[in-house]
């Protein structure tokens, strides 16, 4: 394990600086532009959503079944963006009195979260305009926004670090390209995907600091934090699996009635490798964990995530890469 020097990146924290205020953008001029979600085209695509590894659904309803993945990605950004949020701004505490220019990038990320927020509940009415009545988001961001930062610094910043992670590969790599895709929900995460590029910079120059301040023993206890953090996203993501695939199978009636179950247990896969297993193996949260961890250490987090290792896309059975 190496050890990391504790003073702050400050041409790093000014990069950051210098792109978010290249890219800024504003809901309603630059990504919504007054349009509303079309239900013929795709929302998620089928490298993140796996609708097409249900071969006894027809076409038009994996559509839909990833139109209902693509309102419930939206959300779990909402919902994942308030706890994030609310730890930076908490972490800004740190440079009041030293480095202004990591104040200001922090400053900067917390409020580009506040506004994520703001276009993920956007996002929400306007797909519920177009939708069929019954889908549940039953999820309180609030409720795991204490679950989660009452875990130490390390532990939040490790599964922010893997969400940001997350959220580039899955733009870079399935959305920016995919064909027949919804041009608004692109748009979204193409606006989204600017602004997270520089936190998940400044997600790594703050794990790293608050990595080199800690004994043996706290890190090793930290792991063990960031391990029943990931355990409360699996819960989340088998109760929205369930009620997503329970709204599927009502909407589209008795043609996929009885495989509800295997429909259910399709979403959870999908769910799994979205929010878990593609940030898990993304080669720079590996190497960061390589970097701070012992070998012990990695080894309990390897056989933590092992139960989930099926949960990737049958055609390729591989991870997201840089």
């Known amino acids: 394990m190496l050890t990391t020097d504790t003073s702050t990146d400050t041409t790093r924290y000014a990069r950051t600086i210098e792109a978010s205020k290249r890219v800024r953008w504003d809901i309603d001029r630059d990504v919504i532009r007054g349009r509303t979600f079309d239900l013929s ?31 419930t990605y939206a959300n779990m950004f909402g919902l994942v963006e308030r706890f994030i949020g609310s730890k930076m701004l908490e972490l800004s505490r ?13 400053v900067r990320f917390t409020d580009e979260e506040l506004k994520h927020q703001e276009l993920f ?40 670090c893997h969400i940001e992670l997350f959220s580039q590969a899955h733009y870079r790599e399935s959305i920016d390209a995919a064909p027949g895709l919804s041009d608004l929900f692109r748009d979204i995460f193409r606006f989204h995907w600017k602004e997270e590029s520089q936190h998940a910079i400044i997600d790594e ?34 109760t929205q699996a369930v009620a997503d695939a329970d709204y599927f199978v009502a909407v589209a009636g008795p043609a996929v009635r ?7 247990a399709g979403v959870l896969k999908a769910y799994r490798w979205q929010y878990i297993v593609s ?20 080894a309990r987090i390897e056989a933590a995530l092992a139960p989930l290792a099926y949960a990737v896309p049958r055609r390729s059975r591989a991870a997201p890469t840089q």
């Open 121 to 160: 509940r956007r996002v929400e009415r306007l797909v519920a305009e177009g939708m069929p009545d019954g889908y549940r988001f039953d999820i309180s961001g609030n409720d795991v926004a204490a679950f989660v930062l009452g875990k130490s610094t390390w532990a939040v910043l490790a599964l922010t």
């Open 205 to 238: 120059l703050e794990w790293r600091r608050e990595n080199a301040l800690m004994s043996p023993e706290a890190r090793d206890a930290a792991v063990g934090e960031l391990i029943e953090l990931v355990g409360g996203i699996d819960g989340i993501l088998q």
């Open 94 to 106: 740190v440079h009041w009195f030293g480095d202004q220019t990591a104040l200001e990038a922090i």
């Open 41 to 71: 085209q795709t929302f998620l695509p089928d490298g993140l959503s796996l609708v097409d590894e249900l071969d006894f659904v027809g076409a038009e309803a994996q559509r839909f079944l990833g139109q209902v993945q693509g309102r």
């Open 258 to 264: 009885e495989r509800r179950d295997d429909i259910a």
């Open 279 to 298: 940030g898990a193996g993304h080669p720079r949260f590996q190497a960061l964990l390589r970097e701070f961890l012992a070998d012990a250490q990695l």
